[in-house]
């Protein structure tokens, strides 16, 4: 199956600065990677995603890029603010037709995104 | 359009007794989905269900059972709680037919579930 590995746990950035999370995949089946964002005692949300066939995606302060030969996908915050602070998970997903259940994601164990004021 | 919705939102339960958590959705998706989440665990899948009538094992499915009756919903059922499930358990639904594969999934906002 797939396994995930996120870092950091824990990430303290000044307000205005910019924000890396790091994950790493273990099996070249999987093609999709979303990024979830969980407030204190609230569902998770997906904020970006990115495909296998691309390289880098961005919304906004928000962007994403993947490396499928080396097997690892970042998430970037630029400018970052006080309402970023959150909790970020990645995921990856192996395809059904790959072998995966019901496309189903495994996840990182996230990273504690702090900004400081 | 509600999107996905769990209930109950919290729960206190003695070891032993047995309980049932229900997730619908309104959005006609096929895959449902079962995750707990720990404290740094992330979220493990627990079983899911790619349609009305089928259920599968995830990661972590013991100690639990599931049933698809209907479409929409998709139940979860804790025969003799055990302290060790005491976790906040999320509910996720994903993919409509006929709009490609990659879709993402959409999350509940859980259900707090604590065994004494």
């Known amino acids: 199956g797939e396994n995930v590995e996120q870092h950091p746990s824990t990430l303290s950035v000044q307000e205005g600065d910019s924000a890396v999370i790091k994950c790493t995949y273990s099996?070249?089946?999987?093609?999709?990677f979303p990024w979830y964002k969980q407030e204190l005692g609230k569902r998770p949300q997906l904020i970006i995603d990115i495909r296998s066939n691309v390289g880098e995606k961005k919304d906004q302060r928000i962007a994403v890029t993947l490396n499928k030969t080396a097997k690892h996908f970042s998430l970037h915050i630029t400018e970052t603010q006080p309402e970023d602070s959150a909790v970020y998970f990645c995921?990856?997903?192996?395809?059904?037709?790959?072998?995966?259940?019901?496309?189903?994601?495994?996840f990182g164990k996230g990273t504690h995104l702090i900004i400081q004021p | 359009n509600a999107g996905v919705t769990q209930t109950p939102k919290f729960r206190v339960l003695k070891t032993g007794q047995s309980m049932t958590l229900l997730c619908a959705q309104d959005?006609?998706?096929?895959?449902m989905y079962w995750y707990r989440q720990d404290p740094g665990m992330g979220l493990r899948l627990i079983h899911y269900s790619v349609g009305e009538g089928t259920t599968a094992k995830g990661e972590v499915p013991d100690g639990y059972n599931v049933s698809r009756l209907k479409k929409q919903n998709f139940l979860l059922g804790l025969e003799s709680a055990a302290p060790s499930q005491t976790s906040v358990y999320f509910c996720?639904?994903?993919?409509?037919?006929?709009?490609?594969?990659?879709?993402?999934?959409?999350f509940g906002d859980g259900t707090r579930l604590s065994i004494l």
């Open positions: 996720a639904s994903s993919y409509t037919p006929g709009r490609g594969n990659d879709q993402p999934q959409h």
């Open positions: 099996d070249s089946a999987s093609n999709y």
């Open positions: 959005m006609n998706h096929e895959y």
């Open positions: 995921a990856a997903r192996i395809p059904s037709y790959s072998g995966g259940g019901a496309d189903g994601l495994t």
